[in-house]
C-alpha cells in the first residue's frame, strides 16, 4: 500500500503478521506487481528466520538473501 510520496517517488509498506514492515522506495509501478515483490520477499525472509542458527532482530547479511531479493526486484519492478 502507498503510503507517502517523495520526490515524485511512492514509498509503499507491507505489514507482516509478525509485525515486520518491509518498506520499498519506486516510481510508481502497478499496486499487483508491488503486492507480488512483497509476498516474495515476505516469503524469503520466513525461510531466512527458520533457519536455527539466525538470531531474531539481527541484521540479515546474507549474499544469498540479498541476490534473492534483487532477483525478485528484477522479476517485478522492472
Not at 3 to 25: E, R
Not at 29 to 50: P, Q, T, W
Not at 52 to 56: E, L, N, R, S, V
Not at 62 to 78: D, I, P, Q, W
Given at each position: ?26 516510481c510508481g ?22 533457519n ?5 532482530d539481527?541484521?540479515?547479511d ?17
Open positions: 500500500k502507498v503510503v507517502d510520496k517523495v520526490n515524485h517517488q511512492m514509498v509503499s509498506v507491507f505489514l507482516t503478521a509478525g509485525h515486520v514492515k518491509l518498506m520499498l522506495l519506486h509501478k502497478g499496486e499487483d506487481a508491488i503486492r507480488n515483490f512483497f509476498m516474495d520477499v515476505h516469503e524469503l525472509y520466513a525461510k531466512y528466520c527458520m536455527p542458527f539466525y538470531q531474531f539481527t541484521p540479515i546474507s549474499k544469498h538473501f540479498e541476490s534473492r531479493v534483487r532477483a525478485a526486484g528484477r522479476r517485478y519492478l522492472l
